[in-house]
């Protein structure tokens, strides 16, 4: 019976010792060597699109209809633009390429913002 | 059977517990919360235990920055509400007629502005109103003004004209035609404030990106400095390096914002107090300081004067440090004494020149 318990227990303990590893494990990963990143579209701050961002990916272009009109989302591989727009000011356009978490697209008259996020990028872009 | 393994299962359970109890503290909570104020996007992300008090330090900070735009916000047209709220917009009216009393905070950015107009020899005058009318900044349709119109404007540019009387907190421009344009200082200012209103309301992590000017509270989540990519302003785009930033802030003045294109000639809306036309010897500059008020001014004053001045001036400023591009592509660095490098990684090779 004593022998049984003290099975018990030991399984007990290393099954929670292997789970604290894995969860922890897990985490690293998570933060630290993660390369997948995406761009996210918002439309007044609601996702209306995420997009895989792969390095060997896809050409695409995509639609969305901003407040004020139709703005094309241009994605080349693991980077994305706005490449049209209906702003006067055009800045949006102008900010060009984006790829590391963190960057942003943001076209104030027309409320749409593409920001890139996951991966193990940067918490901010300074602009 | 005997108690024994009773005793042994409620250690285990409490072993569990203890294991359990001890991984929780690693996932604090997200709260993240997006709005359009002060004419860009302000994104506050904060960190902790309690959800519910998370929201409610994020709907004060809000508050706060809404309070701070009202209030400097000297656009809305005469005889609405919003006319009515802002400081800025009673001061321009009672230009060359009566002093104004102003909201605490308004006195404080008043005086402030003041201050380093005066330590960066004038390249930064927070009366610059009337001539970034005539550019028609601010409005639907920039264009470049006649000169001899600009002359006549810049006349009535100058912050030894603007009158702070500190003991009944009034401001008074002297000349009628004056006008204040706080568009280079109510940003960082405000998105100090609500980084005081996140402290206040216990919050030990927090990240406020209002447009690109950046104010960092305590650690990002993984425990490291906030990592804080400076845009690249060549037209490549990309990031130029990367600062690890503790309790401090940046912000970037470029002429990448706010630009209209005449003849062969690209125009943005900073600019040089001395001349009325936009600076041109630099293409960015990125100021980390303590404060976020303080960052935002000296990033546009900096950006007005040629770069060996900047430096020169940054020198002197105890914990400031500056990143500087020049519009010939040289990339300049310097900071004053008890600064330390906050620089993580510069990556040029790959971001600036690949695409």
């Known amino acids: 019976m004593r022998k049984a318990d003290n099975c018990l227990i030991v399984g007990v303990l290393l099954a929670a010792a292997l789970s604290a590893m894995i969860y922890y494990r897990v985490t690293l990963l998570r933060t630290d060597t993660a390369v997948d990143t995406r761009a996210v579209i918002k439309i007044r701050g609601r996702i209306v699109r995420t997009i895989d961002l792969l390095k060997d990916g896809k050409h695409a272009v995509y639609q969305v209809q901003g407040s004020i009109g139709r703005a094309l989302v241009e994605l080349d591989g693991n980077r994305v633009r706005m490449r049209e727009a209906p702003c006067p000011d055009r800045t949006c356009i102008l900010q060009g390429w984006i790829e590391r978490p963190g960057e942003s697209v943001v076209c104030l008259p027309n409320l749409v913002e593409i920001r890139i996020e996951g991966g193990s990028g940067l918490d901010a872009v300074t602009r | ?355």
């Open chain 2, 1 to 355: 059977m005997g108690s024994r393994p009773r005793v042994w299962l409620a250690l285990i359970l409490v072993l569990l517990g203890v294991i359990g109890f001890s991984l929780y503290p690693r996932r604090p909570v997200e709260y993240r919360s997006d709005r359009f104020l002060m004419d860009t996007l302000v994104s506050i992300k904060v960190y902790g235990r309690d959800d519910e008090k998370l929201r409610k330090a994020v709907a004060e900070a809000y508050a706060e920055m809404q309070r701070i735009a009202d209030l400097t916000n000297r656009f809305p047209a005469r005889g609405t509400a919003e006319h009515a709220a802002s400081d800025v917009c009673r001061i321009n009216d009672m230009a060359g007629i009566k002093p104004v009393t102003v909201d605490p905070d308004v006195f404080a950015m008043l005086e402030r502005s003041r201050t380093w107009r005066h330590r960066t020899g004038g390249a930064f005058d927070v009366t610059i109103g009337p001539v970034m009318d005539l550019w028609g900044f601010g409005g639907k349709h920039p264009h470049v003004p006649k000169h001899d119109e600009l002359v006549a404007r810049l006349a009535l540019v100058g912050s030894d004209r603007l009158l702070l009387k500190s003991r009944d907190r009034t401001a008074f421009l002297e000349k009628a035609g004056m006008g204040l344009d706080l568009g280079a200082a109510a940003k960082g200012y405000a998105t100090e404030k609500a980084m005081r209103v996140l402290e206040r309301n216990g919050i030990e992590k927090a990240i406020i990106d209002a447009g690109g000017t950046i104010r960092v509270l305590g650690k990002n989540p993984e425990g490291t400095p906030w990592r804080i990519g400076i845009k690249n302003p060549a037209d490549s785009g990309g990031i130029l390096a990367v600062l690890a930033l503790e309790d401090s802030a940046a912000a970037t003045s470029a002429g990448y914002y706010r630009c209209f294109d005449s003849g062969r000639n690209r125009f943005h809306h900073i600019l040089n107090p001395g001349t009325g036309y936009p600076a041109m010897e630099n293409a960015s500059v990125t100021v980390v300081a303590k404060d976020a008020g303080m960052a935002d001014i000296l990033s546009t004053a900096l950006f007005v004067l040629p770069p060996e001045k900047a430096l020169e001036t940054v020198k002197k400023l105890a914990g400031v440090e500056v990143f500087l591009v020049t519009v010939d592509g040289r990339t300049l660095h310097g900071k004053g004494p008890a600064s330390r490098s906050v620089v993580q990684s510069a990556e040029p090779e790959h971001h600036a020149q690949s695409r």
